[in-house]
């Protein structure tokens, strides 16, 4: 590795020859991006401390796609076929927190038990009790009757949203039922959601 001093307009600067560099401890400068060892991050610890504050590294950043899919949490799974073009799913992930949002639309829909739920999130939730987020329902299409989803909640320690629906059929008497299975309508182009959220994850 060749080490070339840089003078120039009143600044000193250092150019490396070399296409990587590392320096102690896992740090290491490949073309023009910095990697981090695994478990490491930036460190805000010189900053002032918020009361309940546990940790303050940020060591994790992506983003990716993942795919939706309609399932129970506890029975049996729907058969399910989905439009490819129109199922998808993307995430970004800074620190412990995800940002997910996606759309869901079916051809056809048969059988299955239970609570209706948005499986094959990226991540986790938190462990823990009372970790609850909740998932904004923007857009929703051709479902059963008056049992389409208003909003979403995603709880702690899972993979999946919950989805609810209004108490009633008069939507303004409030919102809190989970959907059922039974809910999903058959046919093509049934079953249209559009959605996004924020949880944390450990």
Known sequence: MALTKV?????????????????????????????LASGHG????????????????????????????????SGSN????????????????IGAFVHVQGRIRTTATSGGSGNLVIGGLPF?????SNEFTTVNIAFSNQWAADNFPVGGYIPPNQSHIFLVKGRTDDHRQGKGLVISVTSLTDGTNKNDLLFSGTYRTD
């Open 7 to 35: 003078i120039g307009a009143g600044a000193e600067g250092l150019t490396l020859s070399s296409t990587s560099l590392t320096v102690a401890n896992g740090l290491t400068l490949t073309d023009g991006n910095v990697t």
């Open 124 to 128: 986790g939730s938190v462990t823990g």
């Open 78 to 93: 729907p058969t399910v076929s989905y439009n490819a073009a129109s199922t998808v799913g993307f995430y970004a992930k």
């Open 42 to 73: 930036i460190d805000f610890a010189a900053n002032s401390s918020a009361s309940g504050m546990t940790s303050e590294l940020m060591n994790d950043y992506e983003i990716g796609s993942w795919t939706p899919t309609y399932i129970v949490d």
